[in-house]
């Protein structure tokens, strides 16, 4: 998926759910803005990122397993 259209996804999910308004410019630059000033909160958002995206990927190989709730 490019960058692109994930921003746009981003853009629609923070509006839908939390109603915060943001262009997709500036979404870009507060996300390089935390890489380069808090890159200790920048990787722990990366890894739930990647957990989120390997429990969606077993689910769609399985359909029938439910998502696991967190303990």
Known sequence: M?????????????DQKFGIKRAKEQLRKRWSDLKTREPEQYWRIKKLLKKREKRVRQQSKDPRTPPKSPA
Do not use: G
């Not at 490019?2 to 923070?14: G, H, P, Q, Y």
């Open 2 to 14: 490019r960058k692109d259209k994930i921003m746009a996804s981003v853009v629609t999910a923070l």
